[in-house]
Each structure stands twice: as structure tokens, then as C-alpha cells.
């Protein structure tokens, strides 16, 4: 039972690289979401999705883009990395019943130099 | 606009204590209420939920009941573990966006 998976895990990038977090989810959830988390700062929400083809903007979208193709997938695009981009991303997928609950993934740790 | 705020820490008990993590929200209309773990190096995991006022979720020896007079969602425990060490978050879901407290480290020493 998969759940949600994110790819890469870890990664280390230098500052103005580009890269792309891959979100995937099996359970079939209209609803898809890209948070960072930081120390002391909770959980901010960056971008998310409530359905194939559809994006929004979260708390702390800039630096960030998003696409959602299929709906199993919510990819998160980082067009030219910054130092303050350093931090820990969680993607997460909810059922559109309004009583259910986020799912997350374990997260990717990203380091920008 | 719909929030959560929690109670800071972080917080410290010796095994065996009692735990009460304090929760109170603002939202509009009726809102479902959750609250997550997080271990270390983890992502977060649903620990319980509840989806209508004085409905009390429970899991692994903790609960939490949903006071809509209080506007509250405080999380207990009757006796730690160490095992309970991590962070805990209180949420609430509104529509289609979930709004989360800044998170309470529990330390839990033998």
C-alpha cells in the first residue's frame, strides 16, 4: 500500500539550478498539496491542486511552480534555486469528502548551496 | 480566516505522566478537526480525528473531543511512553484547504 511517494528523497542543489519534485499518490484523491516545512515555522503551504489539470496558489508559492497532469501525479518545480528554498517539502492528497484527511508523503530534503 | 493555534513547547515528561496538549480554532461553518504525529525524519501521520462537535477521536491511548462551545480540540494521554516522543500538530479542515498549529514537540524521558 503505497500511499503517497516522493521522489527524489534528498537532494543538494547549487544556487540557480533547476530541479523537480515528483509526487505520486494511489489512492485516487481529486485534492493534492505541496507544503514546506522549516524550524519554527510550521507547516506553509506552497501550491495545490483539486483536480487533474487544475493549480493553485498556496501561503508561499514564488520561487515554485506546479503541474498536475494525470491525477496520480503533482510535480513541484524549482526554476532557479535559492538558499532560502532550503527545507524539507511534504506532499500530501485528500479525498474530497469534507470529513477526510490529508496524507502525506515522507518528505524530500532539499539543500540549496 | 480559518486558523489553529496550539499550544507552544517545547514539552518534557517523564514516562508515565499525563499529557495535555492544548487546541483551539477559528473557523466557519463546521469544520473537521484532526490531529497529527510527526517521528523524526518522518512525514506526519493522522493520529486521530473527529468530524462533528463532541465527537472524541482516539488512537494509541490518546484523545481529543471536539468543543465547539470552547472552540477546542486539547490532545491527552494518561500516561506517556517514550515511544510518544515527536511533534504534534492540531488541524482543521475547511472546504478543500487544511490549516495546521506550528507544532508542539513532546520529549518523553524514562
Known amino acids: 500500500n503505497a500511499g503517497v511517494t516522493q521522489t527524489p528523497k534528498f537532494r543538494v542543489l547549487k544556487t540557480g539550478q533547476s530541479m523537480t519534485l515528483l509526487c505520486a499518490q494511489d489512492m485516487n484523491h481529486e485534492y493534492m498539496y505541496w507544503y514546506r516545512q522549516d524550524p519554527g515555522m510550521g507547516l506553509r503551504l506552497i501550491h495545490y491542486?483539486?483536480?487533474?489539470?487544475?493549480?493553485a496558489k498556496g501561503e508561499v508559492p514564488d520561487g515554485y511552480n506546479v503541474s498536475r497532469l494525470k491525477k496520480q501525479n503533482f510535480l513541484l518545480g524549482l526554476e532557479s534555486a535559492a538558499p532560502s528554498q532550503t527545507s524539507v517539502y511534504f506532499c500530501?492528497?485528500?479525498?474530497?469528502?469534507?470529513?477526510?484527511?490529508?496524507?502525506f508523503g515522507e518528505g524530500s530534503r532539499l539543500t540549496v548551496l | 480566516g480559518d486558523s489553529v493555534t496550539q499550544m507552544e513547547g517545547p514539552v518534557t515528561l517523564s514516562e508515565e505522566a499525563f499529557l495535555t496538549i492544548n487546541c483551539t480554532y477559528t473557523?466557519?461553518?463546521?469544520?473537521?478537526l484532526f490531529w497529527y504525529v510527526q517521528y523524526p525524519g518522518e512525514g506526519l501521520q493522522l493520529l486521530l480525528k473527529a468530524t462533528k462537535a463532541d465527537d472524541k477521536g482516539s488512537n494509541k491511548g490518546f484523545e481529543a473531543t471536539y468543543r465547539k462551545e470552547t472552540t477546542s480540540f486539547h490532545l491527552e494521554k494518561g500516561s506517556v511512553q517514550v515511544s510518544d516522543s515527536a511533534v504534534y500538530f492540531c488541524?482543521?479542515?475547511?472546504?478543500?484547504?487544511?490549516?495546521f498549529g506550528t507544532g508542539t514537540s513532546l520529549t518523553v524521558i524514562p
Open positions: 500530501a492528497s485528500s479525498p474530497t469528502l469534507p470529513t477526510g484527511e490529508l496524507f
Open positions: 488541524a482543521l479542515r475547511g472546504g478543500n484547504q487544511f490549516y
Open positions: 473557523a466557519t461553518g463546521y469544520p473537521s
Open positions: 491542486s483539486v483536480g487533474e489539470g487544475t493549480t
